[in-house]
């Protein structure tokens, strides 16, 4: 499948397609993801690919060509320079995708995008996903306290980011 945006020699991101969003909706909603990452509908899903401020990528690995995750950006184009790192769910986890993505992600966005401020929230109960952002260079930035009403309670969201003299000093 072509529409590739960037790979390495493990994985690649390629922009979804319709057809893609029923796979998209299977990993999103496996219960080992669905606590950590927003529920979205199909129409959601579909109104992201058609966005010009939404990036959607499935992450394919190299060799099999089998769907392993998904990506979300959104902001594109933002006047401050500024990109939102929405959204990463990785359905066969503990193989090194999620690092392997994130990894092209900054590359992506500090130097094919011009961002200058990559950011990201994560759920205060996560704290693999926030261990991986950690080692990757992105820096704490602070805690929002209680800002998501979900059935069992309101939950807090930690907020991280990086700037892209960081990324240059890292890369
Ligand atoms: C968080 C997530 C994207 C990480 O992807 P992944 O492919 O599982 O991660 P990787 O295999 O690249 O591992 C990254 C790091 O996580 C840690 N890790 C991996 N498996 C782990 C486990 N079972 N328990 C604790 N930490 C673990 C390791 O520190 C690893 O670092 P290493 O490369 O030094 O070993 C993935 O687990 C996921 O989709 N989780 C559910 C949705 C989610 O939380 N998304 C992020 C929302 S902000």
New binding site residues.
């Given amino acids: 499948m072509s529409n590739t945006v960037i790979e390495n020699e493990i994985i690649r991101l390629r922009n979804t397609t319709p057809q893609d969003i029923d796979r998209v909706l299977t990993i999103e909603r496996d219960k080992?993801?669905r606590r950590?990452?927003y529920n979205w509908s199909w129409e959601r899903h579909l109104e992201s690919l058609r966005s010009k401020e939404e990036e959607h990528f499935v992450v394919e690995d190299q060799k099999s060509g089998k769907i392993v995750?998904y990506i979300i950006l959104s902001s594109i184009g933002s006047p401050h320079d500024v990109i939102e790192f929405d959204?990463?769910?990785?359905?066969?986890?503990?193989?090194?995708?999620?690092?392997?993505?994130?990894q092209l992600i900054k590359k992506l966005c500090f130097e094919n995008y011009g961002c200058h401020r990559l950011w990201?929230?994560?759920?205060d109960d996560?704290?693999?996903?926030?261990?991986?952002?950690e080692?990757e260079g992105f820096v704490f930035e602070g805690t929002l306290r209680e800002c998501k009403k979900y059935e069992d309670g309101y939950r807090s969201m930690h907020i991280l980011s990086m700037l892209s003299h960081e990324y240059k000093k890292i890369k």
């Fill in positions: 080992e993801n950590y990452v995750g959204r990463i769910t990785i359905d066969e986890k503990g193989k090194g995708y999620g690092r392997q993505c994130v990201l929230d994560v759920f996560n704290p693999k996903a926030r261990a991986l952002y080692s």
